[in-house]
């Protein structure tokens, strides 16, 4: 009988041990917590005057897009394929559709700034960011509708320059006699 009992008394430790470690691992790390930092946050350490400047940017330049696509529309027309028409307008309306919502935060913008809400300012100004992305993306997507790869004019440039300190022989062979361990002086008179 006592046999039982020692294994039952054996298991309740062990799981008494299991539960308190496994609660014990799900208790929140504070530290990591506020090491943690989520990308669009570096964007918000701008003043609300300069996420005003940089929103106008962004329509700015979402309206350089619109007209770009519509410029593949209207030649697309002209050639009077209706394939590349479709595919175009589709884009198109959809950009439209982004510029207008990216019109509206940048209004709800200017209202966070001049009530200084920090956190509506910068909800704003971080959708107004994922708008352009998305503009972006649909800008590739119309060039791709009229054959255009999206490396034509999304172009990197890397420049190489070489520094003179650099060896010009190769210094990863070693020579065979640097290899070879030295031999230690004999000291005992016998050998």
Request: glycine residues 6%.
């Amino acid at each position: 009988m006592r046999v039982p009992i020692h294994r039952n008394v054996i298991g309740l430790v062990a799981a008494l041990g299991l539960s308190l470690g496994v609660a014990s691992a799900q208790t929140p790390n504070r530290d990591a917590e506020t090491r943690a930092e989520v990308p669009s946050r570096r964007t918000a350490n701008l003043s609300g005057a300069d996420q005003l400047r940089e929103a106008g940017t962004v329509l700015d330049g979402i309206g350089a897009t619109r007209r770009r696509v519509s410029d593949m529309l209207d030649r697309a027309r002209q050639e009077r394929d209706i394939i590349k028409v479709n595919c175009l307008n589709d884009k198109l309306t959809q950009i439209d559709v982004t510029l207008r919502a990216a019109r509206e935060h940048q209004e709800l913008l200017q209202n966070a700034v001049s009530l200084n809400n920090d956190g509506q300012r910068n909800h704003e100004f971080t959708l107004i960011n994922i708008y352009r992305s998305r503009v972006e993306g649909l800008e590739i997507e119309a060039r791709q509708c009229v054959g255009e790869e999206a490396t034509a004019f999304d172009r990197t440039v890397v420049t190489l320059r070489v520094s003179r300190d650099i060896p010009t022989e190769d210094t990863t062979e070693m020579p065979i006699d640097s290899l070879l361990p030295e031999r230690p002086l004999v000291t005992s008179p016998v050998l």
